[in-house]
């Protein structure tokens, strides 16, 4: 046991979780992070322990053997998520939706019930979500990664409440287009429509582009880091500056506005056909 800050961050093996792993042992904590591998991968000094967030059983038994090798945890960040390539909703089936909120919503709701009573029993602890912008806005051909992502917004944000009379804060980081492997790792939609063919093939060269424009990792685990540290951290926090412009036209810009712009953004039409009635 050692008197170091002790942070546990999900989906560690790669990307924005492995980022933030470094980031948090740079700044003087002691990391754990996991993968449903386990192993190695996290980068050096960062034990991987196996853990799967939509086994209710594996989320336990890794949380129990953390707590009896360093008796607490300061914290939890959930970054363990994916996403579905560019597709309708209606070309994926209720299982791939199912599946997309058992990781990035349920899996969240996983690891906060098996950490939150040792934190309560503590009076102290501070969860950060990875959200994503667009959980806060949501854009065509993502309709079930939004959706999940909006999930992650609302829970945390009555969490928030609940929880800081307990001692404990919680707060939802929102990045935006990010360097990573989360494209390669998207699932495919499982009930595709060749009536969506032309525009999926269009949407996914806009998401493509804008990917590899995206910033890098370590802008998320800045802003991570920033969370953790504050004293009176805010609920939500925009990571990179697309997704800060986004949060802002959202909060400030009409409707309207923040529609059209969507739309131009993925280079969709932006007038309506001519109703029949
Ligand atoms: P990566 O694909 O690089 O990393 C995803 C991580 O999640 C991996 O370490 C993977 O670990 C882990 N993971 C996936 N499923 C599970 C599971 N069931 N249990 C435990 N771990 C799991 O993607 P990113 O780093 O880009 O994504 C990290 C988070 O950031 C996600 O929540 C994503 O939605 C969010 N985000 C990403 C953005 C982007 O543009 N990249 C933008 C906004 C948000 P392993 O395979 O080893 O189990």
Known sequence: MNNKRVALVTGASSGIGEAIAHKLVAAGYSVYGTSRRGGAGGGEG??????????????????????????????????????IAPAAAEESTVEQAKAVFDTNFLGIVRMTRAVVPHMRSRGDGR?????????????????????????????????????????????????????????????????????????????????????????????????????????????????????GQLQFLRSFAPARLLDTGIRKALKLDTKLPSQAH
Do not use: W
């Not at 928030?160 to 404990?168: A, F, N, Q, S, Y």
């Not at 996914?204 to 804008?210: D, F, I, L, W």
């Open 127 to 243: 969860i950060i979500n990875i959200g994503s912008i667009l959980g806060v806005v949501a854009v065509p051909y993502a309709a079930l990664y939004c959706a999940s992502k909006h999930a992650v917004d609302g829970y945390s944000q009555a969490l928030d409440h609940e929880l800081r009379t307990h001692g404990i804060r919680v707060t939802v980081v929102e990045p935006g287009y990010t360097k990573t492997q989360f494209e390669t790792n998207n699932l495919q939609p499982d009930a595709k429509l060749d009536v969506y063919e032309a525009i999926r093939v269009k949407v996914t060269k806009v998401v493509n582009q804008a990917m590899a424009t995206g910033d890098g990792p370590d802008v998320v685990a800045e802003v991570v880091l920033q969370a953790a540290r504050a004293e009176r951290p805010k609920l939500r926090y925009t990571a990179g500056k697309a997704a």
């Open 46 to 83: 960062v034990p991987l322990l196996k853990l799967d967030v939509t086994d209710d059983a594996s989320v336990e038994a890794a949380i129990e053997a953390l707590l009896r090798l360093e008796g607490r945890i300061d914290l939890l960040v959930n970054n363990a998520g994916f996403g």
